[in-house]
């Protein structure tokens, strides 16, 4: 066979073979619709993709519909399938993905979208919608990214807009029924799902734009066909469908451990971040139902870390009942826990006590800012008391590394905001000395790890102007002179990749035709230092003829049409733009559970501790 | 109870061949946790289970029957861990025998392999095993020598389906990979790149008798 003779010439052959425990093994043959589930990114980091797993799960749950993996090959992988005419297959059976009746694929990320187009094209699947007939499979798109998926628009048939877990299922149950029905055609089927809430299908709208090249506006085609497509959210997360076991891959992979989601949207509405708007309404599960599914997949994988995920897991509200109720059998199974997104305002000893990967090694906390003006900006709501006192537990605690995470080049920054994180890496330094339970004899290392802004859709910065390269530069350049102390470590972020996912993050559908470019160009693994080229982006762009400028460096109106008005979050535009205007003042605005701030999300629904009924 | 020695008679087979010998032994301690059994752990600065294995299988080689040691501190049946075992392995690492050693690792003298997709005749295994077959390796300092396998090829068979067996070096120092012998094979008949299969069969001691 021709691919076993391959795989004896690539790096770990094993990202390729599939054939793992906890895999889902089902008769093909007796399937009424297959799905292949594509990770635009390697088979390790996306075997590490909690979402995946869910949806494996939860797809795989209908008896009658296979759900297998794929992942991006790598490029020496790539070279051999290329040369010996061997199209992109699903791992559990192998079989070309051009055969599915779905190719579904996450995009978790700006810049792995020209993976996405090279897998479509290493499946030998047309790359432009319209140039596929019925023969090829639904190419549907969804995850963080698909709330703004224009600039691949051209390419997808469909988007799935917020959480799958239900919507996905619902749509391969459309398709089933009207194939026994014998009514399907793929033109019928898309416009009968665009009647269901979550699904979003590009060609059935009609975009035109201002003479200044700003969106005009987004018109559906037919009057069926909603003017606004409203995100899916999982009401009841703990009804929500959640693995009992994970397929245990034989290489090593960026997580091998047990990953739980506790809960899903974020109380604090950092103006930057496009997570803490997608994801809202906050929706906790119960810890009886994170503990027992802990111990569920803990039985069926044997792995001993336990991750907890979450986007700030102290905001949790029961956070010390269910490290009770894992810490009665973890520790005696030697199960080791892990809280990754800790906030400094809520970090405790208890806390630092109970979780044992900070025993091991540093602690990291994001102050993202280095002036108390700009983290109300920010709204982020943290004081430099408290990210000391924070660190100083972790001095206390036996800890000598600590890593603060900072964003540079938000909206009002100043060369003072700057001047601040400098000194804020001093005043850590100087917290540890301060702290007679210190590790004595050692040094401290404080690491400052430095971002670049990005402004996201569905923030409250989605309007702002990214800076420039050379702002950019300068800004970390004058930080890096400001930085003498040895104890102090300084790293930052590539401006150039910063920028290109700041231009596909607010881009519109004429972006297409850059990432064809791209693609022409053999453009791929772009989130992949030693993959990513800014020449070639910047000779995309030109091939297409459009500036990047115009999406990553522009203020946008805050009257200006976007184009991602036509998807509706639960988090109003109305809400973002109040918080645009009180970031202008520097004025905050206290989090969900001390106050509501009106978002909108509550129109929602679902089970959520603080909204207001709608 | 007393840690007690446990040997596990595997097969590795079908996708696994792509699967390494460190990636196995990464694999094993999760699926060990999950079919319960009472493992051993070490009693250092950082515990971890008692795993040892006979020999490393190399890439691309199957196998009918490899060997790993594990200690086990409950009483279970070996009946029972064979059980546990197969229901935590996939169909490809299928556990065939459960049983206390007797004899030691330390004792494997040769292995028997089979090896397919290599055409050969009688006369040209004959030709090779006639006189001395030379390989080329590489040393640990990066420069090239040439050295004779013959002394650790113990016997080659061609069976009448065109499956070459044969028996190889397996002791410690002595060890032959048995990919440098089907290359040498493939080589004296004039194949470069040989697209062979190769699976490890049995293993045997000094004196002859198969090593269980």
């Known amino acids: ?614 | 109870m007393v840690p007690e020695s446990i040997r596990i008679m595997f097969q590795k087979t079908g996708r696994l061949r792509y699967i390494s010998h460190l990636d196995l032994c990464r694999t094993m301690q999760p699926a060990m946790i999950r079919a319960r059994i009472p493992l051993w752990y070490t009693e250092g600065f950082n515990p971890h289970p008692k795993m040892v294995f006979a020999q490393p299988l190399p890439l691309f080689v199957t196998s009918k029957c490899e060997f790993l040691d594990i200690k086990i501190v409950e009483d279970v049946s070996c009946e029972e861990i064979k059980r546990r075992l197969r229901e935590a392995f996939t169909d490809e690492l299928y556990v065939t025998d459960v049983y206390k050693p007797t004899d030691k690792f330390t004792e494997i003298a040769y292995a028997e392999y089979e090896i397919s997709g290599i055409a050969v005749t009688a006369q040209d295994v004959k030709g090779l095993l006639s006189g001395s077959i030379e390989v080329k390796k590489r040393t640990k300092s990066g420069a090239e020598k040439v050295i004779d396998i013959r002394p650790q090829v113990r016997s080659v068979t061609l069976r009448p389906d065109g499956v070459i067996e044969c028996v190889l070096s397996a002791s410690g120092s002595e060890y032959l990979n048995p990919d440098i012998f089907a290359k040498a094979l493939a080589a004296s008949v004039g194949i470069e790149e040989p697209d062979c299969d190769i699976t490890r069969i049995k293993w045997y001691k000094a004196d002859g008798n198969v090593f269980k």
């Not at chain 1, 309404?281 to 001993?304: A, H």
């Not at chain 1, 350049?477 to 607010?506: F, M, P, T």
């Not at chain 1, 030109?542 to 203020?555: H, L, S, V």
């Open chain 1, 1 to 614: 066979m021709e691919l076993s003779r391959i795989l004896k010439k690539v790096l770990k052959p094993g990202r390729y073979t599939g054939g793992e425990y906890g895999q889902i093994i089902k008769d093909k043959t007796k399937m009424a619709a297959r799905f292949a589930f594509c990770f635009p990114d390697s088979y390790e980091i996306g075997m590490s993709n909690l979402g995946m797993r869910i949806l494996y799960h939860a797809i795989n749950l209908m008896p009658d519909v296979y759900c297998e993996r794929v992942f991006s090959p790598l490029p020496d992988m790539e070279a051999q399938m290329r040369e010996n005419k061997l199209p992109l297959f699903a791992l559990e059976t192998l079989d070309p993905v051009k055969e599915f009746d779905f190719m579904g694929i996450t995009l978790q990320y700006e810049l792995c979208y020209t993976n996405v187009l090279s897998m479509l094209e290493l499946a030998e699947i047309p790359l432009y919608a319209r140039d596929r007939d019925e023969s090829f499979p639904i190419i549907v798109g969804g995850g963080p990214c698909a709330y703004n998926a224009e600039p691949l628009a051209d390419f997808f048939d469909v988007f799935s807009i917020g959480e799958g877990e239900e919507a996905l299922p619902e749509m391969i149950r459309l398709y089933i029924d009207m194939k026994k029905s014998g009514s399907y055609s793929k033109e019928k089927f898309l416009r009968e799902l665009s009647h269901i809430e979550g699904f979003y299908v590009p060609s059935l709208y009609e975009v035109s734009y201002n003479s200044d090249g700003t969106v005009k506006a987004y018109a559906p085609k037919y009057p069926d066909v909603p003017s606004v497509v409203r995100k899916r959210i999982i009401k009841d997360m703990d009804k929500a469908p959640f693995p009992d076991k994970f397929v245990m891959p034989y290489i090593e992979t960026v997580h091998d451990r047990i990953t739980e989601e506790v809960y899903r949207g974020c109380i604090r509405g950092c103006r930057f971040c496009q997570a803490g708007m997608i994801y809202r309404p906050i929706r906790e599960k119960s810890p009886d139902v994170v503990n027992s599914q802990v111990k569920c997949i803990y039985e069926n994988t044997g792995y001993d870390e336990v991750s907890l995920l979450s986007l700030s897991i102290s905001d949790y509200t029961r956070l010390s009942e269910l490290t009770e109720k894992l810490l009665t059998w973890t520790d005696g199974e030697k199960v080791n826990l892990s809280l990754p997104s800790l906030r400094a305002d809520t970090f405790s000893k208890e806390l630092m006590d109970r979780i044992s990967s900070v025993r091991q090694s540093g602690l990291t906390f994001a102050p993202e800012a280095g002036t108390p003006r700009l983290r109300d900006a920010i709204n982020k709501n943290v004081t430099e008391e408290e990210i000391l006192r924070a660190c100083s537990l972790a001095f206390g605690g036996g800890k000598t590394n600590v890593k603060l995470y900072f964003i540079m080049g938000l909206p009002t920054e100043t060369y003072e905001d700057i001047d601040g994180i400098s000194a804020m890496g001093s005043a850590v330094v100087n917290e540890f000395y301060k702290n007679p339970n210190r590790v004595k004899g050692r040094h401290p290392q404080v690491t400052l790890s430095c971002a670049c802004f990005i402004p996201k859709p569905f923030t409250a910065f989605q309007w702002d102007a990214q800076d420039s390269l050379e702002a950019l530069n300068e800004k970390q350049q004058y930080l890096r002179g400001k930085i003498s102390d040895k104890r102090v470590k300084y790293n930052y972020h590539g401006v150039k990749s910063s920028r290109i996912e700041a231009a596909l993050a607010r881009g519109d559908r004429r972006l297409s035709a850059v990432l064809y470019e791209a693609r022409k160009l053999g453009m791929e693994f772009d989130a992949w230092d030693e993959h990513f080229s800014y020449e070639k982006w910047e000779q995309a762009f030109k091939n297409a003829g459009i500036d990047m400028g115009f999406y990553a460096n522009r203020a946008m109106g805050l009257d200006e049409v976007l184009p991602w008005d036509i998807i509706d979050i639960g988090v109003t535009k109305e809400f973002l733009k109040r918080e645009y205007k009180k970031s202008r003042e520097s004025l905050s605005t206290p989090n969900c559970r001390e106050k509501c701030a009106g978002c909108g999300a509550n129109r929602m629904g679902g089970v959520t501790p603080w909204c207001p009924k709608a």
